[in-house]
């Protein structure tokens, strides 16, 4: 696989309807981190089909937790892939928001402090009142004590933000599936053996399960690209 621009927006184009798409990578054995970060199992072209997802989607849906352990930067682009935003019409940036419950997170992390855009921070109207968050994101409310992700969600679309891509957690990406709101998964399948009590890319409540097709497999050096969409 020859990894241009032209060649990652075939494989993963933006979609004329609303679509959540997933990014994960995980080992051959199915583990989601080395040593409790997903940096370890990254090999060649993932970078660069992570920086495409990122420059295709109109938002960036994360976990509180994922933000803090993989120690989020803000979400900046290339100057390139802003000027293909440009030219497709979309924003120069994503939005980025972050699902937390309970607003514990750092108003000086990069995230925030560097954001060339506001972020956005779902929670539920339970959470802390008087976080220190607040001062440096758009805090709105979905579900009374936990997080309404399908709300969430529909807030989004109402923004003219159709194409959400989510990068984690196992927990965020679970509570996904089990709403029923995943249309897609891109799959990075690194070449290692991790071994370890590391999880799995998902994890929640138990659900029916919901067939997907293999849009693509690209193999690239000894790493494997993986594109389902829902059946």
């Known amino acids: 696989m020859i990894l241009t621009r032209d060649a990652l927006l075939a ?33 060649p072209g993932d970078k ?19 933000v803090r352990a993989e120690r989020y930067d803000a979400l900046r682009l290339t100057e390139a892939d802003r000027a293909w935003r440009r030219a497709n019409g979309l924003p120069e940036f994503p939005l980025m928001v972050i699902v ?14 560097d954001a060339p855009v506001r972020p956005i921070v779902l929670t539920h109207h339970a959470a802390p009142a008087g976080a220190p968050v607040r001062e440096v994101a758009e805090v709105i409310a979905v579900g009374d ?8 969600v529909r807030v989004l679309h109402g923004r003219g933000a159709t194409q959400v891509l989510c990068e984690g ?3 965020l990406f679970g509570a996904l599936i089990a709403a029923d709101l995943v249309d897609e998964l891109c799959l990075t399948v690194a070449p290692m053996l991790a ?19 293999l849009g693509h497999a690209l193999p690239h050096e000894d790493m494997l690209f993986l594109r389902y969409v829902r059946a």
């Not at 937390?100 to 402090?113: A, H, I, R, T």
Request: proline share 8%; aromatic share 4%.
């Open 11 to 43: 494989h993963y184009p933006r979609s004329a309807r609303p679509v959540l798409r997933a990014n994960f990578i995980a080992s051959a054995d199915g583990a989601v981190a080395v040593d409790g970060l997903s940096a370890g199992l990254q090999g």
């Open 48 to 66: 660069e089909i992570f920086d495409h997802l990122r420059t295709v989607c109109d938002a960036l849906v994360v976990a509180a937790g994922t």
């Open 100 to 113: 937390s419950g309970s607003l514990d997170l750092d108003p000086e992390q990069l995230v925030f402090s």
């Open 145 to 152: 004590e936990h997080v309404d992700l399908a709300a969430g």
């Open 169 to 171: 957690g196992p927990g």
């Open 195 to 213: 071994g370890g009590a590391a999880g799995r890319i998902a994890h929640g409540p138990p659900t029916p399960p919901r067939r997907m097709s």
